[in-house]
């Protein structure tokens, strides 16, 4: 009798041995050979995701998986999304991944002095994101890198864009000095995005601000090819005589002020431009060839730094 107790217990240890073995043996197991993109849909059942694992040359029995299932904290409760699966990934490590969604994280990125029918395109191009797209307005998001997960709203990212942006306009306009001629936040973001799209350098951008600042005290035309350029979308290579002296909206050879809205998503360099005002006697300037500009206080001076650009033009 007693023979056969140690017997049976001799079998029971083993046995328990040899599933403890098992367990730990396929919870360890490295089981992916190399970096493995796999997409899980919402509904995807864990059938179906073992299927998607062995089109990827990941191979798990049913039996393991439920199994190995049960060794986790909580219930496994698999996400959807994007995943990159590391070389040498366990099944154990495979399940933690689905369970805690540590998806493929995408970026999507507002290039400064784009307009809205740049981002309007890059939008829709853009595979990742879903839901359809608003009316976009000119120069109220923010230029700069944004991370999302597959799947991710439009309008959601838009609403980011955008509250970024108030942040850095109310910096601004917080900062602004006291004799400032700009009257509120919006004339602050189209002088701006005027600003983008005239320079490229902050120092060259906070020279044209000065110009344009200027301009304004005196109720003289900002005379601003970029704006006519953006009114009638067209390359401002290609303005005209005959455009400079349409009564477009955009015209600011043509109106006084400013135009009727942004012109495009102006960045950092084009707002804090206007954060401390830079004080010169400017209200001039003309491309000098190199991506900078020449400044003169006078219009005969200016009418100089014009035959300079001509003749850097010619040598082109």
């Keep these: 009798m007693k023979l056969k107790l140690s017997f049976c217990l001799i079998i029971i240890f083993a046995s328990i041995f040899l599933s403890y073995s098992y367990f730990d043996k396929v919870k360890n ?14 509904n995807d059942n864990q059938k179906v995701i073992l299927k998607k694992l062995r089109a990827k040359n990941i191979h798990i029995q049913y039996f393991d998986w439920r199994m190995i299932s049960f060794s986790h904290q909580d219930k496994l409760l698999i996400k ?9 990934f366990s099944l154990f490590e495979i399940q933690n991944m689905f369970q805690t ?8 990125t507002l290039i400064e002095g784009s307009s809205a029918i740049d981002l309007r ?26 991370h999302f997960k597959y799947g991710y709203s439009r309008v959601k990212l838009l609403n980011r864009m955008k509250k970024a942006q108030d942040i850095s306009i109310n910096k601004v306009w917080k900062n602004k000095p006291k004799d400032f001629i700009l009257r509120d ?6 002088l701006a ?41 067209i390359n401002g290579k290609y303005i005209t005589k005959k455009m400079l002296k349409s009564s477009h909206p955009f015209n600011t050879y043509f109106h006084t002020g400013l ?26 300037f003309v491309a000098d060839g190199k991506g900078g500009h020449r400044f003169s206080e006078t219009y005969d ?10 003749k850097s033009k010619m040598r082109d």
């Design 301 to 310: 001076l200016h009418k100089q730094n014009i035959n300079l650009w001509k």
């Design 185 to 190: 936040k919006r004339e602050l973001l189209i």
């Design 29 to 42: 197991k490295k089981i992916v050979f190399e970096d493995t993109y796999l997409f899980l849909k919402k």
């Design 121 to 146: 395109i890059k939008l829709l191009s853009n595979k990742y994101l879903s839901g359809e797209i608003p009316t976009l307005m000119e120069g109220i998001y923010k230029p700069d890198t944004y």
């Design 101 to 108: 969604g540590k998806t493929i994280t995408r970026n999507f």
């Design 259 to 284: 135009p009727p809205t942004p012109i495009s998503y102006p960045g950092k360099n084009a707002l804090n431009a206007l954060k401390n005002i830079k004080n010169t006697n400017y209200f001039y």
């Design 80 to 88: 959807a999304g994007e995943y990159l699966i590391p070389k040498d």
């Design 193 to 233: 995005s005027i600003i983008q799209r005239e320079a490229k350098s902050f120092e060259d951008s906070k020279l044209v601000a000065s110009v344009f600042i200027n301009r304004l005290r005196k109720k003289m035309k900002l005379q601003s090819d970029v704006t006519l350029a953006f009114g009638l979308n």
